[in-house]
């Protein structure tokens, strides 16, 4: 069965802080494919990144960077320099197919305060 | 290019009333997905529709639940009749093909009370 971890309920900064989002992730498959969402005060759930489960290459999107280590099944999030716009829900979610059901964890909403 | 759109953004209802949920996929997109997240838990996965067929509706949660989608194009989620923990945000989401990126709508939150 598969499973997402996001132990973190909500995290608060402010401004310009650094702010890291766990995610620890449960599956047999050993191909896999692992997404970030932003789901923002309007409520459309935004896609972020998606990974397959061979390129363990950490990525940087401008102040958005992702760190994936299958050894510890984490694929963690990291917002640099935080904004007021970076106030959301963050989704970790897990497939076994490219685009397939997704397994979401709970979510794990930041506030970013001026 | 409009996005997915759902009906009702927000819908209050009285248990053991009947609502529906409406969505309308991006225009083409085969596939539609339904989700919903019940008390700030994590979003699950309902049911996809391939056109106007179900090919996976291993998450519905029980049998008060009814999904369509005549003729391939929006789709309804009916709840009859709904129960105190249906609460929660439903979450639609289409895609051209299976296996190719799709796109959320906005959600639709229900609350019954």
């Known amino acids: 069965a598969q499973k997402v971890t996001q132990a973190q309920t909500e995290i608060s900064v402010v401004e310009k802080e650094d702010v890291t989002l766990d995610c620890v992730y449960e599956?047999?498959?050993?191909?896999?494919?692992l997404f970030w969402y932003k789901q923002p005060p309007s409520g459309e759930l935004v896609f972020l990144i998606r990974?397959?489960?061979?390129?363990?290459q950490n990525e940087i999107s401008g102040r958005y960077s992702w760190n994936f280590q299958k050894s510890t099944s984490s694929f963690n999030f990291t917002i640099t320099a935080s904004q007021v716009v970076d106030s959301a829900v963050y989704f970790c979610?897990?497939?076994?197919?490219?685009?397939?059901?997704?397994?979401f964890g709970a979510g794990t909403q930041v506030v970013v305060t001026p | 290019e409009a996005g997915v759109t759902q009906f009702p953004s927000h819908s209050v209802i009285e248990k053991g009333q009947t609502v529906t949920l409406r969505c309308d996929p991006i225009?083409?997109?085969?596939?539609l997905y339904w989700y919903r997240r019940v008390m700030g838990k994590e979003i699950k996965f309902l049911l996809h529709?391939?056109?106007?067929?179900?090919?996976?509706e291993s998450g519905m949660p029980n049998n008060r639940f009814l999904a369509e989608r005549t003729g391939g194009t929006y789709s309804t989620l009916k709840v009859q009749p709904a129960e105190l923990e249906d609460s929660g945000v439903y979450f639609c989401?289409?895609?051209?093909?299976?296996?190719?990126?799709?796109?959320f709508g906005s959600g639709t939150r229900l609350t019954v009370v």
């Open positions: 989401a289409s895609s051209l093909r299976q296996g190719e990126g799709y796109t």
């Open positions: 979610a897990l497939s076994n197919l490219s685009w397939g059901k997704l397994q």
């Open positions: 529709f391939v056109k106007e067929s179900k090919q996976d």
């Open positions: 599956t047999r498959d050993t191909t896999y494919y």
């Open positions: 990974r397959n489960s061979f390129d363990e």
């Open positions: 225009s083409g997109h085969d596939n």
